[in-house]
């Protein structure tokens, strides 16, 4: 059984809990600005900065940092986009983080979950995300397409990650208009950027906002995706492990009108 495997099982058992009852959150009524925009019209590498206290390949990597106050260093910063861990069993988030990062900032908001139901995304919608992760590794064709389906019909961007070529396919194939290329295997939790070249080269289309994500640390493996092709990175450890998180963020933003071999 893979670290994923074991997570959707995870996610399947709290499904009972959810159904049983109506996602109940303060309310969030802001009208954020989309995802996709900001990394199309952006000549800069956009941050997606993320709240992670834990991860089953690191374990504890930051439990005592506020989400609310590490929000808003992220958006003050200039991150393009929040994204929120809100999967509680392995990564110590929840939807009540969520909720308060929501309430906290104007930007974007991913919720970063392992999605397998629509009611999970009623539960991200009600607590404030703008944006959810849909895992290609974890659902099938049909289920991809439905809960694509479901997320956007509810005004929710989406941010379909993949590891291979194949997913890739897959991802195009419904449609999805912002891929992440997760720099981390999810079966031996090795980290390789050399993954968001691999994946870049085969984009078709210069409509797809294309992310790179995981194992980013420093200016220098922010320049080598974005010479790869990427428009943005996702960032967790990195930033939550910083003393000083909106400098860390700051030098991620690269110029891409200045990228190398362009
Ligand atoms: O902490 P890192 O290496 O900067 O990675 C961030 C993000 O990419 C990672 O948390 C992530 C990418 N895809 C996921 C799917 C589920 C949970 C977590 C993730």
Same mark, same amino acid.
Request: with cysteine.
């Given at each position: 059984?893979?670290?994923?495997?074991?997570?959707?099982?995870?996610?399947?058992?709290?499904?009972?809990?959810?159904? &049983?009852?109506?996602? #109940?959150?303060? =309310?969030?009524?802001?009208?954020?600005?989309?995802?996709?925009?900001?990394?199309?019209? #952006?000549?800069? +590498?956009?941050?997606?900065?993320?709240?992670?206290?834990?991860?089953?390949?690191?374990?504890?990597?930051?439990?005592?940092?506020?989400?609310?106050?590490? !929000?808003?260093?992220?958006?003050? !910063?200039?991150?393009?986009?929040?994204?929120?861990?809100?999967?509680?069993?392995?990564?110590?988030? %929840?939807?009540?983080?969520?909720?308060?990062?929501?309430?906290?900032?104007?930007?974007?908001?991913?919720?970063?979950?392992?999605?397998?139901?629509?009611?999970?995304?009623?539960?991200?919608? !009600?607590?404030?995300?703008?944006?959810?992760?849909?895992?290609? =590794?974890?659902?099938?064709?049909?289920?991809?397409? &439905?809960?694509?389906?479901? =997320?956007?019909?509810?005004?929710?961007?989406? +941010?379909?990650?993949?590891?291979?070529?194949?997913?890739?396919?897959?991802?195009?194939?419904?449609?999805?208009?912002?891929?992440?290329?997760?720099?981390?295997?999810?079966?031996?939790?090795?980290?390789?950027?050399?993954?968001? /070249?691999?994946?870049?080269?085969?984009?078709?289309?210069?409509?797809? &906002?294309?992310?790179?994500?995981?194992?980013?640390?420093? /200016?220098?493996?922010?320049?080598?995706?974005?010479?790869?092709?990427?428009?943005?990175?996702?960032?967790?450890?990195?930033?939550? /492990? %910083?003393?000083?998180?909106? &400098?860390?963020?700051?030098? +991620?933003?690269?110029? +891409? %009108?200045?990228?190398?071999?362009?």
């Amino acid at each position: 059984m893979t670290i994923l495997d074991k997570i959707i099982e995870q996610k399947k058992s709290e499904l009972p809990g959810l159904l &049983a009852q109506a996602p #109940s959150f303060p =309310a969030v009524t802001k009208v954020r600005p989309s995802l996709y925009e900001t990394l199309m019209t #952006s000549n800069t +590498l956009q941050v997606i900065s993320e709240m992670k206290r834990a991860s089953p390949s690191k374990g504890d990597i930051a439990t005592h940092i506020d989400p609310v106050e590490q !929000a808003t260093n992220y958006e003050t !910063a200039g991150a393009a986009c929040i994204s929120v861990l809100t999967e509680q069993a392995f990564f110590k988030g %929840s939807f009540n983080d969520l909720n308060a990062v929501a309430q906290a900032v104007t930007i974007p908001v991913l919720c970063k979950d392992f999605f397998i139901h629509e009611v999970q995304i009623d539960y991200a919608k !009600a607590a404030g995300a703008s944006v959810i992760l849909l895992i290609v =590794a974890a659902l099938t064709d049909e289920q991809l397409q &439905a809960l694509y389906t479901y =997320a956007v019909n509810l005004d929710l961007e989406v +941010l379909v990650e993949v590891h291979d070529i194949e997913e890739l396919q897959r991802a195009v194939n419904i449609g999805a208009k912002i891929i992440g290329v997760n720099n981390r295997n999810l079966k031996t939790f090795d980290v390789s950027l050399t993954k968001t /070249r691999e994946i870049a080269q085969h984009l078709s289309s210069s409509k797809i &906002a294309f992310i790179s994500e995981s194992g980013i640390w420093n /200016r220098d493996d922010a320049e080598y995706v974005a010479n790869a092709g990427a428009k943005g990175v996702l960032v967790g450890e990195s930033l939550m /492990r %910083s003393g000083d998180v909106q &400098a860390a963020l700051q030098a +991620l933003q690269i110029e +891409l %009108s200045t990228k190398v071999g362009e």
